[in-house]
């Protein structure tokens, strides 16, 4: 990933927690795979032929002969694969088209002086069109109202812990837990609060899939917000690396998988509950505003902005990033899911659709009723486009959709950029 253009330390350490999971982000090479699309906006029609141009550089200079790997067609269901493609210039046009909208990757390897480079790209065919395979239950309201009601009978009872290290000039900095859905249970996180007395408005950050420390935004903070950064394990989160890890490994191996054949234990249900209950916990500050409140996060924390906007009608906007947990019933019909892909070459279990029916980020998206910026990656392999953008089609609210071209999970210094100016404007806080 390249350095940050704001070389402020405690927004560069936020960056990077924030999105520790995209690890992957772009590094330097001496070898590069150029695919890409021939329109300037990689948008097609239906039966629109799409030509993708590949071409293979060494520092910068085409290599003649060589060989590639590639597989072509709708997102993790290729329908043209080949091997031992000799490219004689250094090039080549692959030329295909879809049928119905959605997204068309194209996965590209090769092997030089005996290490394996690998890129991809996807073409949006009419994504605009795209429709969700979801189907939504009856009791859908109901199921998640109830369960809101229910946890909201054991007290927040928050514990707020300063921490001075962690404090600005102009920003206090707090380990803070609160109970979530039953007592006992707590939810974890790092609250800022700006030092100069007055009311402040506020913004959660929901965290992306793993486990890890959290440090805090206290870069937005001192601009004049308050922020709350939360896990969802139920843990403290400023404990050392090697705490999470043990965990991961763990007691929490796959958390993503536990009980996900029942509605009423799955681990998201307590995940879920307790994003409404950091608002809850947030609108008890007497710091806040009591008008603006915005969520927002990337991958997982982007599924969880959509749940928390959804479910709570305090929080006045959102932001999701390369959300995850759409459409999981895709892959039944042979369609790419989202993250955790639930289904894919996978038989479900006795009541594992069912459940994912009160899980997925598109019954939720029909819920939003507040303006959001949704940042979406046109080639992100965890959270495929078909998905994210059958989401994002069943917003009504008012909208921006800001496209990432050849990012994959990760993003741009830019797309920060422009991700964190739009949530200052929300907040005023410019």
Same mark, same amino acid.
């Given at each position: 990933?390249?350095?940050?253009?704001?070389?402020?330390?405690?927004?560069?350490?936020?960056?990077?927690?924030?999105?520790?999971?995209?690890?992957?982000?772009? &590094?330097?090479?001496?070898?590069?795979?150029?695919?890409?699309?021939?329109? =300037?906006?990689?948008?097609?029609?239906?039966?629109?032929?799409?030509?993708?141009?590949?071409?293979?550089?060494?520092?910068?200079?085409?290599?003649? *002969? $060589?060989?590639?790997?590639?597989?072509?067609?709708?997102?993790?269901?290729?329908?043209?694969?080949?091997?031992?493609?000799?490219?004689?210039?250094?090039?080549?046009?692959?030329?295909?088209?879809?049928?119905?909208?959605?997204?068309? &990757?194209?996965?590209?390897?090769?092997?030089?002086?005996?290490?394996?480079?690998? *890129?991809?790209?996807?073409?949006?065919?009419?994504?605009?069109?795209?429709?969700?395979?979801?189907?939504? #239950?009856?009791?859908?309201?109901?199921?998640?109202?109830?369960?809101?009601?229910?946890?909201?009978?054991?007290?927040?009872?928050?514990?707020?812990?300063?921490? #001075?290290?962690?404090?600005?000039?102009?920003?206090?900095?707090?380990?803070?837990?609160?109970?979530? !859905?039953?007592?006992?249970?707590?939810?974890?996180?790092?609250?800022?609060?700006?030092?100069?007395?007055?009311?402040?408005?506020?913004?959660? %950050?929901? /965290? @992306?899939?793993? !486990?890890?420390?959290?440090?805090?935004? $206290?870069?937005?903070?001192?601009?004049?917000? !308050?922020?709350?950064?939360?896990?969802?394990?139920?843990? =403290?989160?400023?404990? =050392?690396?090697?705490?999470?890890?043990?965990?991961?490994?763990?007691?929490?191996?796959?958390?993503?998988?536990?009980?996900?054949?029942? %509605?009423?234990?799955?681990?998201?249900?307590?995940?879920?509950?307790?994003?409404?209950?950091?608002?809850?916990?947030?609108?008890?500050? /007497?710091?806040?505003?009591?008008?603006?409140? @915005?969520?927002?996060?990337?991958?997982?924390? @982007?599924?969880?902005?959509?749940?928390?906007?959804?479910?709570?009608?305090?929080?006045?906007?959102?932001?999701?990033?390369?959300? $995850?947990?759409?459409?999981?019933?895709?892959?039944?019909?042979? %369609?790419?899911?989202?993250?955790?892909?639930?289904?894919?070459?996978?038989?479900?279990?006795?009541?594992?659709?069912?459940?994912?029916?009160?899980?997925?980020?598109?019954?939720?998206?029909?819920?939003?009723?507040?303006?959001?910026?949704?940042?979406?990656?046109?080639? *992100?392999?965890?959270?495929?486009?078909?998905?994210?953008?059958?989401?994002?089609?069943?917003?009504?609210? =008012?909208?921006?959709?800001?496209?990432?071209?050849?990012? @994959?999970?990760?993003?741009?210094?830019?797309?920060?950029?422009?991700?964190?100016?739009?949530?200052?404007?929300?907040?005023?806080?410019?």
């Amino acid at each position: 990933m390249r350095k940050l253009r704001n070389n402020k330390n405690i927004f560069f350490m936020f960056l990077l927690l924030l999105c520790a999971q995209f690890s992957q982000a772009q &590094r330097e090479h001496p070898v590069t795979i150029i695919i890409a699309p021939d329109h =300037p906006d990689w948008i097609y029609k239906v039966n629109e032929t799409v030509t993708f141009n590949i071409q293979i550089y060494k520092y910068g200079n085409l290599v003649k *002969d $060589a060989v590639i790997n590639y597989d072509l067609g709708p997102e993790m269901y290729p329908t043209e694969q080949k091997k031992d493609v000799r490219l004689k210039d250094g090039t080549l046009k692959l030329k295909a088209k879809m049928d119905r909208p959605g997204f068309l &990757r194209c996965n590209v390897s090769t092997t030089i002086d005996g290490i394996k480079y690998s *890129d991809s790209a996807e073409a949006g065919i009419e994504p605009e069109k795209i429709q969700p395979t979801t189907v939504e #239950p009856e009791d859908f309201d109901e199921f998640w109202n109830n369960a809101i009601s229910e946890a909201r009978k054991t007290p927040l009872s928050p514990s707020v812990t300063l921490l #001075p290290e962690r404090c600005t000039d102009k920003v206090n900095v707090y380990h803070v837990s609160f109970q979530n !859905i039953r007592p006992g249970s707590r939810t974890f996180g790092i609250l800022c609060v700006p030092k100069k007395p007055g009311k402040y408005p506020a913004l959660l %950050r929901v /965290p @992306g899939a793993g !486990i890890r420390p959290y440090a805090g935004d $206290a870069w937005t903070a001192g601009y004049g917000a !308050i922020t709350l950064e939360i896990g969802i394990h139920g843990v =403290p989160v400023n404990m =050392p690396t090697s705490y999470y890890d043990n965990l991961y490994q763990g007691g929490l191996y796959q958390y993503w998988l536990m009980n996900r054949n029942n %509605r009423d234990e799955f681990y998201f249900k307590r995940v879920f509950i307790g994003c409404v209950r950091a608002v809850d916990f947030i609108c008890s500050l /007497p710091e806040f505003d009591g008008k603006t409140l @915005g969520v927002t996060g990337s991958s997982q924390g @982007g599924a969880l902005s959509f749940v928390t906007a959804a479910l709570d009608k305090r929080v006045t906007f959102l932001a999701p990033v390369l959300p $995850a947990m759409c459409d999981h019933t895709a892959s039944l019909e042979n %369609r790419a899911d989202g993250w955790p892909h639930f289904f894919h070459k996978k038989k479900p279990q006795p009541g594992e659709v069912e459940t994912s029916r009160y899980y997925d980020v598109v019954n939720f998206a029909r819920r939003i009723t507040v303006k959001g910026w949704y940042g979406l990656s046109y080639n *992100d392999a965890t959270c495929p486009p078909t998905t994210t953008f059958g989401a994002y089609n069943c917003v009504k609210a =008012p909208k921006e959709l800001y496209r990432m071209f050849d990012t @994959g999970h990760w993003w741009y210094d830019e797309n920060y950029t422009e991700w964190s100016r739009w949530l200052r404007k929300q907040l005023g806080v410019e």
